[in-house]
């Protein structure tokens, strides 16, 4: 008997130095680490421990003889990726840098932002070094794109907040919630009560279209509508017009998938989780029936997952449909599905496309429609969206890659609701560079760089400094290469002393925002959500305004 990772893998690598027998892959040092979209476990090595289960923060690990019929899958999935990638075990435990000398005092360090990435490299500093840190983040509540981002029927990836709250209860680290850096505390002031400032705000926009049509009524982003689902207080107030019968998501990604399982699920399942309740009400009075996700390439260029493209063939009452001819690949694509070296994950999107392509589809059933090759050109439509018109594209080999060229073949497609789910984009920090072309702040290894040279004492880490790629775990190591470099400068005394204590920064703070919410706040939020979900089943019943957050903080 083996163990296996499954769809919830979140990449963060906490398993790799866990396994006594090295048989977890790949590993942070490995350059598919990068690119990966999950990790995996060598079944013919696995020694049935149990270590690497005990280490997930997502609950993700499972013995095979333990996986349920939607995860049975992954017992292949996992024995294949080693078929391509022999298992070569040079075992070299992981060696923890030597913390900074005892007579270099406490490093104090601000981190702005309290997501994944944020709290990763929180986490690192508090292992690693004597340190107090402050977190800061403008909403009232921490942990960023786990509680505002993780699609609701995804509880198992948002466990990793408990490895962030368990790892938080030291007074060496304070929340600053409700707090915006710029607005109640300057750039500047941070530097003054701290060694080092790092930025973890992520990636906040997104990308645009670019086509006429966009500014119309029912034309939304992805992250708005996600956002709201989710009970994000600056979006609560939104409104999506679901009376048509057809909505259409440009892009093909996690997050597009998460959108459409949203859109088509039954109801009475999303009321098991701690989805708002102002959307479940709206999904409840839905009339739709069907979404097409559009994607720009092909089939095995598609950006969602293997995991979770096949997690949609067990959705209840919801039919994955594709026609087989969207499934023809020109030769470039049809050349690497023959190439017996390809990498199993690619080769699964393809084999899972056509499983589906061959499936009659219940007409009871909601319908989650894809198709590939397809830019849209114009969303349509006089005072509302009335349809997206696009065009097919072809593919066409550029050096080592395959582009997307629009041919003069077109196409409309009749929908009330239009949603972008094109990439998220990075927004300039006040005081700080921004490279406006990637949407990042401009760094090497996490040091923010100013014409070329760091800035003492101020770094990035997640989105905002490698652009919005990975999932949440990848912030795990992202994180550490920033605080590796961070406590490389302060034990060489490359670092500014703090000029005002922690005490000064309390009383500063308290001063300006007196709506300032602290860990017993958060505590207190945190309780009362989970208290009201217990009634009905769910996890918890979020807050959805700042008023009823702020009210439930002050309790």
């Excluded at 997502?58 to 017992?75: C, M, P, Q, Y």
């Excluded at 959500?529 to 918890?540: I, V, Y």
């Amino acid at each position: 008997m083996a163990y296996v990772i499954t769809q919830r893998c979140c990449n963060d690598a906490s398993c790799v130095p866990e396994c006594p027998v090295d048989c977890i892959r790949p590993t942070p040092e490995q350059p598919e680490f990068a690119t990966t979209e999950q990790l995996y476990i060598d079944p013919d090595t696995c020694i049935d421990c149990g270590a690497c289960v005990d280490a997930c923060p997502v609950e993700a690990i499972f013995s095979e003889d333990d996986l349920t019929a939607s995860l049975a899958r992954f017992r292949d999935i996992n024995g294949a990726y080693f078929e391509r990638h022999p298992l070569e075990s040079n075992f070299d435990p992981l060696v923890t840098p030597a913390r900074p000398p005892k007579e270099l005092g406490t490093l104090r360090v601000a981190i702005v932002g309290a997501g994944p990435a944020a709290c990763y490299a929180a986490e690192e500093l508090l292992r690693r070094a004597d340190v107090e840190v402050e977190l800061f983040d403008r909403l009232p509540t921490p942990w960023g794109l786990v509680r505002a981002g993780v699609a609701p029927d995804h509880p198992g990836t948002k466990t990793v907040s408990n490895m962030f709250d368990s790892a938080f209860r030291r007074d060496t680290l304070q929340f600053y919630l409700n707090v915006e850096v710029g607005e109640h505390i300057s750039h500047e002031e941070l530097l003054s009560h701290h060694h080092a400032v790092i930025y973890a705000v992520g990636a906040s926009t997104d990308r645009r279209l670019g086509v006429p049509g966009e500014e119309l009524a029912g034309s939304h982003s992805a992250t708005e509508f996600v956002a709201w689902y989710n009970g994000h207080p600056d979006f609560a107030e939104r409104t999506f017009d679901l009376s048509g019968e057809r909505a259409v998501i440009v892009g093909n990604g996690n997050v597009a998938l998460d959108v459409a399982r949203v859109l088509t699920l039954d109801p009475e399942e999303l009321a098991k989780t701690d989805i708002a309740d102002h959307a479940l009400d709206a999904l409840r009075q839905s009339n739709i029936r069907e979404v097409v996700v559009l994607g720009r390439r092909g089939p095995l260029q598609a950006a969602y997952t293997s995991s979770e493209f096949l997690a949609l063939g067990y959705l209840k009452g919801v039919d994955v449909v594709i026609d087989p001819a969207e499934l023809e690949l020109d030769p470039e694509s049809r050349a690497l599905l023959d190439d017996p070296d390809i990498e199993p994950a690619l080769r699964l999107k393809y084999e899972l496309a056509r499983e589906y392509a061959d499936k009659t589809p219940d007409p009871a059933n909601r319908r989650i429609v894809f198709r590939y090759l397809t830019s849209p050109t114009a969303l349509t439509g006089t005072d509302r969206v009335e349809g997206v018109e696009f065009a097919h594209n072809e593919l066409v080999a550029e050096g080592e890659t395959l582009q997307a060229r629009a041919t003069d073949r077109t196409e409309t497609v009749s929908a009330g609701l239009v949603l972008r789910s094109i990439g998220y984009r990075g927004r300039p920090i006040p005081d700080l560079p921004f490279d406006e072309r990637g949407g990042i702040v401009p760094n090497e290894g996490g040091r923010v760089l100013a014409d070329g040279d760091p800035i003492p004492g101020v770094y990035v880490a997640g989105w905002i400094k490698r652009g919005p790629r990975g999932v949440i775990g990848s912030n795990r190591v992202d994180a550490a290469q920033t605080v590796d470099h961070l406590l490389v400068d302060f034990t060489s005394g490359k670092l500014p002393t703090p000029t005002a204590d922690r005490t000064s920064l309390k009383s500063l703070l308290t001063q300006r925002q007196p709506d300032l919410v602290d860990r017993d706040g958060w505590k207190a939020i945190d309780a009362a959500e989970r208290s009201a979900g217990k009634s009905g089943g769910r996890p918890r019943v979020k807050f959805t305004t700042r008023e009823d957050l702020l009210k439930a903080a002050r309790s």
